[in-house]
Structures are given as C-alpha cells and as structure tokens.
C-alpha cells in the first residue's frame, strides 16, 4: 500500500544544476500537487494538476517547471537550481474534484548550496 | 488573498488532558477544512475533514466548525505523547482545486 512515493528522498545540487523530482501515486487519484515547506512559512503550493493533461501555477512558481506525464505521475523540475530553492518538497494526490483531502508523500529534502 | 491562522504555540498539555488547537480562516467561501498532524521530519498525515457546521468526532479526536466566526478546532482528548505534533489547518475554496494551509500549532503533551 505505497500511496504517494516521491524520489529521491535526499539530494544536494550546486547552484546553477538542473533536477527532477519524481512522484507517483497508486491510488487512481486525478489530482496531484506539488508543495515546499520553509520554516516559518507553512506550505505553500508551487503547482498542481487538476486532472491528467493538465496543469496550473500555485502561490510560488518561479523556478519550477512541472509535468503531468499519466494519470500516476507528476514531476517536479529545477532548471537552474538557486540557494533559494532549499527546502523540503512534498507531493501530494486527491481524488480529483473540489474540496478533497490530499495525501502526502514522504518529501524531498533538496539542498542547493 | 485567502489566509488560515494558526497560533505557533508550542501548546503544552499534561497527558490525558483535552487539547484544543484553533484555526481562522478569511475567505468566506471556504467550505472544506482538513486537520493534518506531522511529526517532526515527517510528512503531513490527515487525520479529520468536516465539510458541515457543528462538530465532527473520529476516536479521540473532534473537528468543531463555525462558519459564521470562521473558525475551525481541533479537539484532541485524553492526550498521549504520541501526539506530540505539528497541527496544520488547511480550508479549500469554493470550487477550488487548492488547499490553503495555515502555519501550523505545535502540540507538546507532558508525561
């Protein structure tokens, strides 16, 4: 019973480096999302799917590129990684439709020296 | 822009007594709001939603909602250690894909 399983769960990048960040869920959900967690500023979304073959920008975009890649999948990727960037990254899936309770994977602790 | 309150804490409460963690919430439209507990290095688990006006109980746990004062609670009675946590309220617009969280309340229950 994986349910939302992101990869990899620990990564150090120089600034300037590119990076995915994998992850797939295996609950037929429709929705995926993507999210950063900083100290003192709570979770905020970067970008979420709604449903598959589509995609939309959350409160803190910049920087990020996503893709929706089947009904499982949505990755996270850093073009040119920034210092900025360091944080822990959580996906997450729902049911689809509004108003659902999301559930999280493990997270990515990303540090962009 | 919608906005979900928490205080920080820490909350201390002795163990076996009732812990009361307290979320505002500022867009009106919000109808859905989610409890999650996260442990410390971990990741976000639910553990309540309520949709409705009035309380919500699951086990040792009971969601209160009041849209009118735009506030949500969390109810957590006979405290065990073992939920010594982070709290994160979290309310979804109308018609609304996304959640909105708050910053989180950290619990601390006492042996």
């Known amino acids: 019973n994986a349910g939302v399983t992101q990869t990899p769960k620990f990564q150090v990048l120089k600034t300037g480096q590119s990076m995915t960040l994998q992850c797939a869920q295996d609950m037929n959900h429709n929705s995926m999302y993507w999210y950063r967690q900083d100290p003192g500023m709570g979770l905020r979304l970067i970008y979420y799917?709604?449903?598959?073959?589509?995609?939309d920008k959350g409160e803190v975009p910049n920087g990020y590129n996503v893709s929706r890649l089947n009904k499982r999948e949505f990755s996270l990727r850093l073009e040119s990684a920034a210092p900025s960037q360091t944080s822990v990254y959580f996906c997450a899936s729902s049911e689809g439709g509004t108003n659902q309770p999301q559930h999280f994977g493990d997270g990515t602790r990303l540090s962009i020296l | 822009q919608k906005e979900v309150e928490q205080n920080s804490g820490p909350l201390s409460v002795p163990e076996g007594a009732i812990a009361s963690l307290n979320c505002t919430y500022s867009d009106r439209g919000s109808q859905s709001f989610f409890w999650y507990r996260q442990y410390s290095g971990k990741s976000p688990e639910l553990i309540m939603f309520i949709y409705s006006n009035g309380d919500k109980e699951d086990g040792r746990f009971t969601a209160q909602l009041n849209k009118a004062s735009q506030y949500v609670s969390l109810l957590i009675r006979d405290s065990q250690p073992s939920d010594s946590a982070t709290y994160l309220c979290?309310?979804?617009?109308?018609?609304?894909?996304?959640?909105?969280f708050g910053k989180g309340t950290k619990l601390s229950v006492i042996p």
């Open positions: 799917s709604a449903s598959e073959g589509t995609t």
């Open positions: 979290a309310g979804g617009g109308a018609g609304s894909y996304q959640l909105t």
